[in-house]
């Protein structure tokens, strides 16, 4: 495992050094993460280094990193997460519908593009 702490520092240094331009960092599971380290969600965008965040549901992701998305990529939640996700963000109404998805089909959103989209993944055989 990687120590979040030099995640953050590597997200500094790669403000200031050319070597490291083009550095994006993929958190999956973020849960505490998120907590310990809020700067993880927080300060990236300060550092030009994108950051993706990955949780099996919508309240797992702290509230600090929730709130400041760009894209929100998302497949079917339980309904206590859309009343979260709901009272946080004004989305169009078909998102909040995403609870009857398939195991393939996922909701991509940009809300600085007005943009909301649902897709599926090809199925692996």
């Not at 393939?104 to 007005?114: K, N, S, T, V």
Request: glycine share 6%; hydrophobic share 40%; aromatic share 10%.
């Amino acid at each position: 495992a990687v120590d979040p702490h030099q995640l953050v520092l590597a997200m500094k240094r790669s403000a200031e050094d050319s070597r490291l331009a083009g550095l994006g960092i993929i958190i999956d599971e973020i849960g505490d993460l998120g907590r310990q380290y809020p700067e993880l969600g927080t300060q990236s965008r300060h550092y030009q280094t994108p950051v993706a965040f990955g949780g099996q549901r919508y309240s797992q992701v702290t509230p600090n990193i929730r709130h400041q998305w760009t894209v929100l990529i998302m497949f079917a939640q339980s309904p206590d997460d859309l009343k979260i996700l709901q009272a946080e963000q004004n989305l169009p109404a078909e998102v909040y519908e995403i609870a009857d998805y398939s195991a393939y089909e996922y909701a991509c959103i940009i809300p600085a593009l007005d943009y909301f989209e649902t897709k599926q993944i090809a199925k692996f055989v």
